[in-house]
């Protein structure tokens, strides 16, 4: 819903019976449409800090305190200030509880569940644009607000009745604790001791304890297992987020409006939401059944393409107004807007994020999985802040053609660095980082000739 809200608020304040009136186009509908981008990285880096310190439950159950706070401020915000203030707490929430929930969904479900389960937070991301999206036809932005506040004053308290991880418990030394939240999870009729061995033995065998001072803390960060996922999923979210993704998001209404599309514009954005919300699911199931690679690959030649298309018809849209010829085929931007969500949807939307929960060493996945939001979360802010002057600079086709390219761009990137995490064991994947096993080569590197083992007896062709 913090992603959804200034593309519902922005149209609403520019009316002109706006109790707190802003221009088009001025630096308040930037600040309003960014500055939660500005808390999301301060909340990834605590939220990083508290979850190895704190353990999951406790940061999700603290997380929830900021955007409480931040949806109130902008409910009664009589000023520009108390929605800057409010779109700051809520952005601040949002960083703090991304990497916790990832990472407590990734540690307390199987391999063979975990990528489809952890997706499910990217539909919680497009369910919240999409009631977002809804609620802004139909009321006022404060009244909004006040609903979106409901949220999170309801997950704080349903934290309350979910058990500790079973791997945390382990790396602090407390089985007889892990054992009884595995069995709480898995149910009451599954054995849980085979599960539960392999935690306490691969805890044994990376030495596996409690990080105290900075400088273990900067000595296992620093480790190749803990570098190697991080620069990967760095330049992942540097591609993902500059493809224009919270872009076509936070400035939705607005897009529609300019495009030269002819259907209302909010009724654009809700099918929008629909679409998304819609193609997040599919993912979900996508997720399980075809790996982290090749929806990837949809998603970065998709967007690449559906971009500069956008881009394409946006200057032919300018070319026809300034020649005074009518528009044709005003169906070509809004299926452009719907293409790129989609193929958005299926891959980036979802994969980097369930990847946070997979690819980082237990000792310091709390650390650096809150790093690596804070840093996806910083470019979200740099992409949303910098759009309407790249728009102005480079015109509005012109920025799409560039988010375009940049997309394509990265499928290079992909296919040569983008290992395969599906269906394997969170032990597996660190031993894969720190160069113990080859089990998720990506497809660029050939596979070693067999060699043919011969059995006693066995006669020769």
Known sequence: ??????????PQLQEPDSIIPIKEGSTEESWIASISSIGTPIGCLLSGYMMDMLGRKRSLIITEIPAILGWLLITFATDIRMIYAGRFFVGLGSGMVGAPARVYTSEVTQPHLRGMLIALASVGVSTGVLIEYALGSIATWNVCAAISGILPLT?????????????YLISR?????????LQKFRGSTYNVNQELETLVEFSNKNNIKRLTGFREIMCAVLKPNALKPFALLFLYFLIYQWSGTNVIT???????KDSGASMNKYLAAVILGIVRLTSTIVACVLCRRCGRRPLTMVS???CGLSMIGLGGYMWL????IENDLPFVATWVPVMCIFLYTITCTLGFLVIPWVMIGEVYPVQVRGIIGGLTTMCAHSFIFMVVKTYPFLA?????????????????FGT?????????????????IEDYFSGRNNALMTDRISNKPKVLEIKKGQILP
Not at 250 to 256: D, G, L, Q, S, T
């Open 1 to 10: 819903m913090v992603f959804g809200f200034s593309a519902i608020a922005l």
């Open 173 to 181: 030394s407390k089985p007889d604790q892990a054992k009884k939240a």
């Open 250 to 256: 936070f400035y939705a209404v607005e897009i529609f």
């Open 317 to 320: 849209k300018n070319y026809w």
């Open 155 to 167: 997950a704080l308290v349903l934290m309350f009745f979910f058990p500790e991880t079973p791997s």
């Open 412 to 428: 290079i990137y992909f296919y040569i660095c983008l290992p395969e995490t599906k269906d394997r064991t969170l032990q597996e």
């Open 392 to 408: 102005s600079i480079l015109t509005r086709h012109g920025t799409f053609i560039l988010y375009g390219c940049i997309s394509l």
């Open 300 to 302: 970065s030649i998709g």
